[in-house]
């Protein structure tokens, strides 16, 4: 069977999280690793999450999907700097299924969709001009889009996630939830 995060991480998500209905999605750091153990990390919008885990998508081409490929232990990082809160997800990473890369790329805005068609090595190429060009002239082309045949979506299921939440009149404070061979633990650890 597959593990599911436990009922009070369940929460601790919901409510540190939005609803995956809202449009204003938060943007997390992606580390990886390449086939040779280099490390490497990005932003990249959290797209959605249930108690599976949470779920990123991209371009089947980028380096990104190489190096989940080529090793699927990765780590997220999410900040909120304003309400001293940060969440670090330690996780393995796996193809999501069609129908939710489907649903995810339909959530996104006009914006998101088109840059999931235009941002290509070629046209990153192009001075501005020819770029901001490029881009009109495919809005202009396709009013409508689908997925592109290389949109691909992954669910990170968490191993790990560490909620740290900062206090400016006292110490920080991290709770960590863990998977191990006998099920979740909770751990109370210093900032």
Same mark, same amino acid.
């Given at each position: 069977?597959?593990?599911?995060?436990?009922d009070?991480?369940?929460?601790?998500?919901q409510?540190?999280?939005?609803?995956?209905?809202?449009?204003?999605?938060?943007?997390?750091? #992606?580390?990886?690793?390449?086939?040779?153990?280099?490390? /490497?990390?990005?932003?990249?919008?959290?797209? $959605?999450? &249930?108690?599976?885990?949470?779920?990123?998508?991209? &371009?089947?081409? !980028? %380096?990104?999907?190489?190096?989940?490929?080529?090793?699927?232990?990765? =780590?997220?990082? #999410?900040?909120?700097?304003?309400?001293?809160?940060?969440?670090?997800? %330690?996780?393995?990473?796996?193809?999501?299924?069609?129908? $939710?890369?489907?649903?995810?790329?339909?959530?996104? !805005?006009?914006?998101?969709?088109?840059?999931?068609?235009?941002?290509?090595?070629?046209? =990153?190429?192009?001075?501005p001009?020819?770029?901001r060009?490029?881009?009109?002239?495919?809005?202009?082309?396709?009013?409508?889009? /689908?997925?592109?045949?290389?949109?691909?979506?992954?669910?990170?299921?968490?191993?790990?996630?560490?909620?740290?939440?900062?206090?400016?009149? !006292?110490? @920080?404070?991290?709770?960590?939830?863990?998977?191990?061979? @006998?099920?979740?633990?909770?751990?109370?650890?210093?900032?």
């Amino acid at each position: 069977m597959i593990e599911t995060v436990p009922d009070e991480v369940w929460q601790l998500l919901q409510d540190w999280l939005p609803d995956n209905d809202d449009p204003d999605r938060p943007v997390m750091t #992606l580390a990886t690793v390449d086939g040779s153990g280099t490390p /490497d990390a990005r932003s990249v919008l959290l797209s $959605e999450y &249930d108690r599976a885990g949470l779920y990123l998508h991209t &371009d089947a081409a !980028s %380096r990104k999907v190489a190096q989940l490929d080529a090793h699927a232990d990765v =780590a997220l990082v #999410l900040r909120w700097p304003e309400a001293l809160r940060q969440l670090v997800v %330690r996780g393995v990473a796996e193809p999501a299924d069609r129908l $939710e890369t489907d649903r995810a790329y339909a959530a996104r !805005s006009p914006y998101l969709r088109q840059l999931a068609w235009v941002n290509t090595p070629a046209v =990153a190429q192009l001075p501005p001009d020819e770029r901001r060009a490029a881009w009109a002239d495919f809005a202009a082309i396709h009013p409508v889009l /689908d997925p592109p045949a290389t949109w691909v979506g992954f669910l990170v299921r968490p191993t790990s996630l560490t909620f740290w939440t900062g206090d400016p009149d !006292s110490v @920080s404070h991290r709770r960590e939830h863990r998977l191990t061979a @006998s099920g979740w633990t909770r751990t109370e650890l210093p900032g």
